[in-house]
Every structure is written in C-alpha cells, then in structure tokens.
C-alpha cells in the first residue's frame, strides 16, 4: 500500500464519528480494574472446577516432592518428552534423568524448522510451567521467552503444566492489573489455554485434541 492510500485511510478513521458518542471517558490511570473478585482462598477450587468441567485434569499437591512424583506418574513408562528449559520445579529435571528420561527442548527455526519438528513428533508428553492460572475460566497464561518456547504445550497429545499457587489469579483483569501489561510489553507471543484442544468443525461433532494436546494435566505445588 503506498503512504497516500494509508494516508487517506487514516484520515477516513480520523474523520469518522465514534460510535458511542455518549460513552463515559476512558479513566486517566490505566489499571485494569478486576470486574469478577475472588477471595484467595477459593481461587485453586475455583480453577479445578472450571477446568475440569472442560475435561482437564487437576492435581492440587501440598508440596514440590509430591508435585514431581505427580509428574512422574503421568509421563509412566515414555523415556522421552518436551519440556522448557526453565521449569518451577528445578529438582524435576533431575529426578527425571536420574530415571533415564531424555528431556528435549524443541528450538523449530530457520531451514532445520521442518527437521526438528519431525524428529519430535512422536513424542507424547509436554511438560511446561505456567506463567498464571486464571481461576474464573481455568485458563493458564504462557508468556513465549528464551527457554520457555510454545511447542512443548501445543504439539504433544499430553500437556503437564505446572502452576505454583501463587501464580493464580481471580481472572484476567485481576492479572493484568498486577503484571500482565508488563508481560505484553516483554514478549511477541503470549498464549491463553483452556483445556484440551477441541473443535466441532466435523458435522457438529466435538472432538479433542484435534489442533493440539488431547489431554491436559495442571498440577498445581
């Protein structure tokens, strides 16, 4: 588009009318104002029963040892996964190659993108952390950094996400509100999971784990 065609654009938007002329103005500080409060002690029941009403799986632990026997229940018998360099359970890492457990984190880039993938593909367990836990919609935030890539948690059928307690929130307003705009602001991808992977495209026929993980386990330490 040349820069008169974006120029007469921008003028038409410029010149156009709002569409609420009434509507009150926006306030002068830009905090996000949670609209749905939630006491701290109802946010992990909260959380489980939202998530799994959308078949995720919730495992509250009372401490990090437990958390990684959880874990290491649910990888079972696999003696390869996916997982972020940079995991909230640092001692994870090494019970799981104590157990002879090769641990893979994907980087799909430049001309190799095509290679890695396929040589990951049949790995059946992701296991990631979570920025936030979003307790209203059993939502988890990843902020996309340095060791902390996406493929781990789209592209495995199993995603384990581990959620310390102190990174739940009421909803997303309560997180942006305490450090979600500085997330923006510091990374390019930030995506929102809720549950497994689903669509009803096929005849209105829900099905999982279609364009991602079929399964999903938080385990919350």
């Known amino acids: ?18 569409p609420f002329p009434d509507a009150p ?9 949670p609209v749905t409060k939630i006491g701290s002690d109802d946010l992990i029941a909260r959380f489980k029963t939202m998530l799994e009403g959308l078949t995720g799986k919730v495992h509250i632990c009372a401490d990090e040892a437990e958390a990684i026997r959880t874990i290491r229940d649910l990888i079972g018998t696999d003696r390869r996964i996916m997982a972020w360099d940079r995991l909230p359970l640092p001692e994870l890492v090494d019970q799981l190659r104590a157990d002879g457990i090769d641990i893979v984190e ?9 290679q890695t993938l396929h040589d990951v593909e049949p790995i059946r367990v992701g296991v990631t952390g979570a920025d936030a836990g979003l307790a209203t919609t059993g939502s988890l935030v ?9 493929i781990p948690s789209l592209m495995p059928p199993v995603h ?4 310390r307690k102190e990174r739940l929130f009421a909803n997303l307003e309560a997180w942006m509100n305490a450090e979600g705009k500085q997330a923006l602001e510091g990374s390019n991808s930030i995506t929102l999971i809720t549950g497994p992977s689903r669509t009803g495209d096929i005849e209105m026929i829900l ?9 999903i386990h938080v385990v919350i330490c």
């Open 1 to 18: 588009m040349s820069n008169s065609s974006r120029d007469r654009i921008l003028a038409t938007l410029r010149a156009s009318h709002p």
């Open 106 to 114: 994907p980087h799909a880039r430049g001309d190799q993108r095509l």
């Open 207 to 215: 099905v999982l784990g279609v364009h991602g993980p079929g399964v």
């Open 25 to 33: 103005a926006r306030p002068a500080n830009e905090d996000f104002i």
């Open 160 to 163: 384990v996400a581990i959620l």
């Open 142 to 150: 990843m902020i996309t950094s340095e060791g902390q890539g996406r």
